[in-house]
Nanobody, 123 residues
């Protein structure tokens, strides 16, 4: 199993960044996928995830309305579109997968596979 994130960047306040995560080694279209982040000096926190069917996307309260998670099953890729970036969005962003389950809104300790992370810095 491999999850590879990309798209992290140094972004100006209020601008947008899109993260991508390409997966291999499991059946992507039947797997809940998520984005989590770790701000500097803080614990890992859940940001958003999308259900195995892709029909349901859920978000943490502090990103709701600004971030959008989506997936492209043909490309085995999940995206996180981040708009109106704020300094508190700074952190290492991780893609995660939980094959063999249904549902969403999984806390950090419930994800099975993780990517290596991609850094987002907002100034």
């Amino acid at each position: 199993v491999q999850l590879v994130e990309s798209g992290g960047d140094l972004a100006q306040l209020g601008r947008s960044v899109t993260l991508s995560c390409t997966a291999q080694g499991f059946t992507f279209r039947n797997t809940p996928m998520g984005w989590l982040r770790q701000p500097p000096g803080k614990a890992m926190e859940w940001v958003a995830d999308i259900s195995a069917s892709g029909a349901t996307a859920v978000y943490a309260d502090d990103v709701k309305g600004r971030f959008t998670i989506s997936q492209d099953n043909a490309k085995n890729t999940v995206y996180l579109q981040m708009n109106s970036l704020a300094p508190e969005d700074t952190g290492m962003y991780y893609c995660a997968a939980r094959p063999g389950t249904v549902g969403c809104s999984f806390p950090p300790d419930r994800w099975t596979y993780w990517g290596q992370g991609t850094q987002v810095a907002v100034s």
